[in-house]
């Protein structure tokens, strides 16, 4: 908004659109309306006609009205047709950019020429701010990092005014006239498409065709994919590249209205069907009663009171929160209070179904409903803590109207994983001993009546998948073999050698023939069928699945979710990690599921016994050295050492022949001789501590998992916490430095294209330490951070570590947790580890100097997203520590507009600064205006 004075900014309403969208989607695509194909400026539309210039601008001034806020010129002619009845002449298109008292035409940074925005005209009264289209996104909380963009860019919206015009595909224009495919080659593409409802890669189709149907894809699809546009929208999220484009499948409704209205309007509706479902139901048990229902938590990991569970599908929980448990515990004490004063009397004909207050044994009152009444006891179930009871009619009260307002407390879930065994002994034995009556964390895979969840346990060092560890009681450990001090195993096969020296290996058992005989009989299964039913759909931590392992299905274990589409899994059987996309699992046909699940994994975790070695001393010839030896031996033999059940691991002599008597024989015995861990030192090498992450493999699309390199296998699955962006954990951070880098030898991104000042700009604030120092990340671009980060997990879990010459104030690529990113090198430790910048996200981290490796120049095409931020309106201060709080609280983790008012320019992206208002328009009534809240502070600071 140019030329606003600070009276009108203290109004604290800003002329653009008054809120963002209260809760963003993951599937953006689903609010694109479909479209047809993009429209250059200079291309002929229809046949050559004679128009009134005067009479189309009229028009399109009219429209702009409508859409203050800009939408895609190629969606003007379908609007103009729906307004007037008639085509828009194709000269209207062309002259557009020359009828700049009537409209303003933006070039948007993509290098597809059909990318151009249509704005009122900058004369005009009215100022807004340009807002980006909907955006698919590639991935969904989630928020990772990538923990993917599961959320809508914020729509902002003008009070009363119409929404923007959703974003057509920016794939080229098809050919006219256009090819056709076969209706039930586009019925499989469709059913494919259905599976993964947040887009599926193209580069990946031609494999997941052939595995489905048993048969080749017709290779002109992947040419044309504009032959697809009735059935799937198509996105290039990598313009250099576009062989990276992402299929989104097409909403099956159609009609004039915008799909993000289409989609609110669904999810409206099918919230309305459930809300009056339940009403109807209670209606029925509490007679006259009215109760409103119990909504589920809008945060995605909400915390939880697990009461009990006698099946897996109706598990009784109440919520954590301040309108929940809370809530629920002032209105116990109000309950108290006006039964204790007013002297009540009890019930004198109680009726089943009716709602009452009991009297506990304690002195409390709760809430219940009578389920059975008997002589002089009523059975009750307490409404809000989820169990029932016995009491005597004397303690039943008429529960007071008041008291009818929270909705009741206590609710069902279902845990993800486990439907199958729902009633199992073993697992309800485990449930009822790792969750009943414990406070825990949950994921919500899917929101209903009876939600969908994974529950954690987060009060211990790792957190520990309940799902999971209830499918691991499910196992018959009389399958494998006795490991005992002493024991010995001949035919050993070791399937796994780490950079750290772990070894894993399979050891004769019954429980290794069995899977052998069960993967066999799932290889010839899968082989035989020509349906899409095992792609798996909805992939979550501790899922068990099966994935491809050297040309043959195998069993995995979901161990992480960069978003929707990569993944991180452990083969179970091989002891070996990977990082694929989703599309290469599949679900266990539930013919063979049961009995796959009572094996135990049969990779074993080793180490080399009698091995004195320092802390990182196993260098990359060392583990080369081992591998050679061992890996392509089908002859192995082992003795047991010592069993270490808090490490999980067994240490063993190991040997290539069947001449396991004799240690001087043993591989153990020639590497403590050998000059291998006689290496000179290295301050790095000393150093492997928690910051050191596992090292992964990845299949390429479509092909085999090469030999991994884990460093230890993962003991728990852990959810993914972080919100929208997916990145690291938001903490406050030191600014970069502001000096003067060297120039680099190699290719960097271009900068950031940022609006003129005076202009807004959507934003998400990743970091913020206080008003002077804080990192935000434009929205509309963010989902291509995404893809890339996708992309960059992908890519370098399938290398192996390499000693890397790390230089201060270079660009590399960094594994910070379980994610890549894009970081600047600012120190290098004596002790081995490297202080970096996260380019994207303005983050400092320190990592190990092995967890770098050189950034590929497919990485560097993507402007670094983070640019450093203070906050206009204020004076430059030390900020204390509550105003600090303060201003993270409103801003940190949050998407926001922000108004440029100046920018500090630099030659690299990281010494770029910018000066902005902050407005928070998340408020149904009212923007707040950031500056004005610190203002409070003003008077207690002194300048700096």
Same mark, same amino acid.
């Given at each position: 908004m140019p030329n606003q004075n600070t009276a009108n900014r203290s109004e604290k309403r800003m002329t653009l659109p008054s809120r963002f969208q209260k809760e963003v989607q993951a599937h953006l695509s689903r609010n694109?309306?479909?479209?047809?194909?993009? /429209?250059? /400026?200079? =291309?002929?539309?229809?046949?050559?006609?004679?128009?009134?210039?005067?009479?189309?601008?009229?028009?399109?001034?009219?429209?702009?009205l409508q859409y203050s806020n800009g939408f895609w010129v190629s969606k003007l002619p379908q609007i103009y047709k729906e307004l007037y009845k008639q085509d828009l002449p194709a000269e209207a298109i062309r002259d557009l950019e020359t009828w700049k008292h009537i409209c303003t035409i933006e070039r948007t940074c993509s290098s597809n020429p059909s990318e151009l925005l249509l704005y009122p005209a900058k004369e005009q009264t009215v100022v807004s701010a340009p807002t980006s289209p909907c955006s698919p996104s590639p991935v969904s909380p989630s928020d990772n990092p990538l923990q993917s963009l599961d959320h809508q860019r914020p729509q902002l919206k003008r009070s009363g005014s119409h929404p923007t015009a959703s974003a057509s595909s920016s794939s080229p224009s098809p050919p006219s006239p256009p090819a056709s495919l076969s209706p039930e080659l586009k019925q499989k593409l469709e059913e494919l498409l259905l599976k993964y409802s947040n887009g599926l890669w193209a580069h990946a189709l031609p494999k997941l065709f052939q595995d489905t149907y048993k048969t080749k894809l017709p290779g002109h699809v992947l040419d044309n994919l504009h032959l697809l546009s009735d059935i799937c929208t198509i996105d290039y999220p990598m313009p250099d590249n576009p062989k990276r484009a992402i299929m989104y499948r097409r909403s099956s409704s159609s009609g004039g209205g915008g799909g993000e209205d289409e989609n609110c309007n669904r999810r409206g509706s099918s919230a309305s069907e459930e809300e009056r479902r339940v009403k109807r139901e209670e209606g029925k048990k509490l007679c006259d009663y009215s109760v409103p229902p119990l909504h589920i938590p809008e945060e995605e990991y909400p915390s939880v009171l697990v009461v009990e569970a006698t099946n897996t599908n109706e598990v009784v929980l109440r919520y954590i929160g301040e309108s929940y448990s809370q809530a629920q515990e002032r209105m116990e004490d109000e309950m108290r209070d006006f039964?204790? &004063?007013?002297? +009540?009397?009890?019930?004198? *004909?109680?009726? *089943?179904?009716?709602?009452?207050?009991?009297? !506990?044994? %304690?002195? %409390?009152?709760l809430r219940a409903q009578v389920c059975e009444l008997m002589a002089d006891k009523a059975k009750v179930h307490f409404v809000d803590h989820g169990f029932s009871e016995a009491v005597s009619k004397a303690k039943l009260f008429d529960l007071h109207e008041k008291f009818l307002k929270l909705p009741f407390q206590a609710t069902k879930s279902r845990l993800a994983g486990l439907e199958p065994f729902s009633q199992e002994p073993a697992v309800l034995k485990t449930f009822e001993a790792m969750a009943s009556g414990r406070i825990l964390l949950a994921e919500i895979l899917q929101r209903g009546q009876t939600p969908l969840m994974v529950l954690y346990d987060t009060s211990q060092d790792d957190d520990v998948n309940i799902n999971a560890a209830c499918m691991k009681a499910l196992q018959d450990k009389s399958l494998n073999s006795p490991l005992q001090v002493n024991s010995a195993f001949m035919n050993v096969t070791i399937t796994s050698v780490c950079s750290d020296g772990t070894i894993y290996c399979q050891l004769p058992s019954r429980g290794l !023939? &069995? /899977?052998? =005989?069960?993967? %066999?009989?799932?290889?010839?299964?899968?082989?035989?069928?020509? !349906?899409s039913e095992f792609l798996v759909s909805r992939p979550f931590c501790g899922k068990g699945c099966v994935a491809r392992y050297k040309g043959k299905w195998s069993r995995v274990e979901i161990t992480n979710l960069h978003g929707s589409r990569v993944l991180d899994i452990l083969f179970l059987d091989v002891g070996v990690q990977? +990082?694929?996309?989703?599309?290469?699992?599949?679900?266990?046909?539930?013919?063979?599921? $049961?009995? /796959?699940?009572?094996?135990?994994?049969?990779?074993?975790?080793?180490?080399?016994?009698?091995?004195s070695v320092s802390v990182g001393s196993w260098t990359p010839d060392t583990v080369q050295w081992l591998r050679e030896k061992v890996l392509n031996t089908t002859d192995c033999s082992m003795k047991v050492a010592k069993v270490d059940k808090s490490k999980q691991c067994v240490y063993v002599h190991l040997f290539t022949d069947k001449n396991f008597h004799d240690p001087v024989c043993s591989l153990n015995h020639q590497m403590a001789r050998s000059d291998l861990f006689k290496q000179q030192p290295d301050v790095y090498l000393t150093s492997h501590s928690p910051i050191k992450i596992s090292t992964l493999t990845k299949t390429s699309s479509g092909g085999d998992v090469t030999n991994g390199s884990p460093k230890s296998a993962p003991v728990a699955a852990k959810p993914d916490l972080r919100k929208v962006p997916s990145g690291p954990k938001l903490t406050a951070s030191s600014p970069p430095g502001a000096q003067s880098f060297p120039s680099f030898n190699y290719h960097l991104p271009p900068l950031l294209t940022l609006p003129p000042a005076g202009n807004n700009m959507d934003v998400y604030i990743s970091v913020a330490c206080h008003p002077g120092h804080f990192v935000l990340q434009p929205w509309r671009d963010m989902y291509k951070l995404v893809v890339l980060m996708g992309e960059m997990i992908l890519f370098y879990n399938q290398t192996d570590e390499r000693p890397l010459n790390v230089q201060k104030n270079h660009i590399y690529a960094a594994k910070v947790e379980n994610n890549w990113y894009r970081v600047l090198v600012k120190g290098v430790l004596t002790n081995g580890l490297v202080s970096v910048y996260e380019l994207d996200y303005g983050k400092h981290e320190l990592v190990s100097c092995t967890q770098? $490796?050189?950034?590929n120049k497919e990485f560097r095409q993507l402007p #670094?997203?983070?640019?450093?931020?203070?906050?206009?309106?204020? &004076?430059? $201060?030390?900020?204390?520590?509550?105003? +600090?709080?303060? #201003? $993270?609280?409103?801003?940190?983790?949050?998407p926001l507009v922000a108004q440029l008012e100046a920018a500090q320019e630099a030659a690299n992206a990281w010494d770029r600064k910018l000066t902005v208002f902050l407005v928070d328009t998340s408020q149904q009534d009212s923007d707040i205006w950031v500056h004005d809240i610190m203002a409070e502070f003003v008077d207690e600071l002194p300048d700096e």
């Open positions: 694109c309306q479909p479209t047809s194909s993009p /429209l250059r /400026l200079n =291309e002929n539309l229809d046949s050559v006609k004679v128009y009134n210039p005067q009479q189309v601008q009229s028009c399109i001034k009219d429209i702009l039964y204790s &004063k007013h002297k +009540s009397t009890p019930c004198s *004909s109680p009726l *089943s179904g009716q709602l009452v207050a009991v009297k !506990t044994e %304690e002195e %409390e009152v !023939t &069995k /899977l052998n =005989e069960i993967l %066999e009989n799932i290889e010839t299964y899968f082989h035989s069928q020509v !349906t990977a +990082s694929v996309e989703v599309f290469e699992l599949r679900e266990i046909p539930q013919k063979f599921f $049961r009995d /796959l699940m009572a094996i135990p994994p049969q990779a074993v975790k080793c180490c080399l016994a009698d091995l770098l $490796r050189a950034l #670094f997203q983070g640019i450093t931020a203070q906050l206009a309106g204020v &004076k430059t $201060r030390q900020w204390s520590e509550e105003a +600090s709080i303060v #201003f $993270r609280n409103h801003v940190e983790k949050k």
